[in-house]
T-cell receptor
């Protein structure tokens, strides 16, 4: 069965620190998709990245970077030089190549960036 | 760019009442999903529609029903509301399987339902 684990419930850092949010997933499918979403206090779910199971290339987008390792079933997210505006709940999610592509979310990591 | 539109943004209902949430997907997206997010919880999948047909079903109570109409908008109907139904309800839409470059899995801003 598919499962996403975000072991870090809450992380608190001081502005400008780097922070890594961990995500470990379980799936029996060979084709699957991994996502990261940001949920600020206003409540909306903001799409950050999608990664296909056959593409292990790491990605960098500004201060954000993602490390996908199939060998350890992990898809970790790093924020470099964190800012107060990064404070939010971050969800990792998994979608398998089934008929609906529904998302299975992890429990989320609450990131607090202090000035 | 057009986004997923949900209405209403906020809804307050009493126990045992009925609520209807609406979702207008991104144009040309062929799949609509509904998720429920309780306080402090992660979003949980309820139900999805592909080309107006139900494609998958999650932990959706029998008191809830949903459909997708000919114009692709979707409605989630909730009857006999309970206090535990208080949550943020998200609609998302997508087009084509996630593996393609133009795949977009976009969430609406959500409807916050409060049952009192």
């Amino acid at each position: 069965a598919q499962k996403v684990t975000q072991a870090q419930t809450e992380i608190s850092v001081v502005e400008k620190e780097d922070v890594t949010l961990d995500c470990v997933y379980e799936t029996r499918d060979t084709t699957y998709y991994l996502f990261w979403y940001k949920q600020p206090p206003s409540g909306e779910l903001v799409f950050l990245i999608r990664r296909n199971s056959f593409d292990e290339q790491n990605e960098i987008s500004g201060r954000y970077s993602w490390n996908f390792q199939k060998s350890t079933s992990s898809f970790n997210f790093t924020i470099t030089a964190s800012q107060v505006v990064d404070s939010a709940v971050y969800f990792c999610a998994l979608s398998e190549g089934d008929s609906s592509y529904k998302l299975i979310f992890g429990s989320g990591t609450r990131l607090l960036v202090r000035p | 760019a057009a986004g997923v539109i949900q209405s209403p943004r906020h809804l307050i209902k009493e126990k045992r009442e009925t609520a209807t949430l609406k979702c207008y997907p991104i144009p040309r997206h062929d799949t609509v999903y509904w998720y429920q997010q309780g306080p402090g919880q992660d979003p949980q999948f309820l139900i999805s529609f592909y080309e107006k047909m139900q494609s998958d079903k999650g932990s959706i109570p029998d008191r809830f029903s949903a459909q997708q109409f000919s114009d692709y908008h979707s409605e989630l109907n909730m009857s006999s509301l309970e206090l535990g139904d208080s949550a943020l309800y998200f609609c998302a839409s997508s087009f084509s399987p996630p593996g393609t470059a133009n795949y977009g899995y976009t969430f609406g801003s959500g409807t916050r339902l409060t049952v009192v």
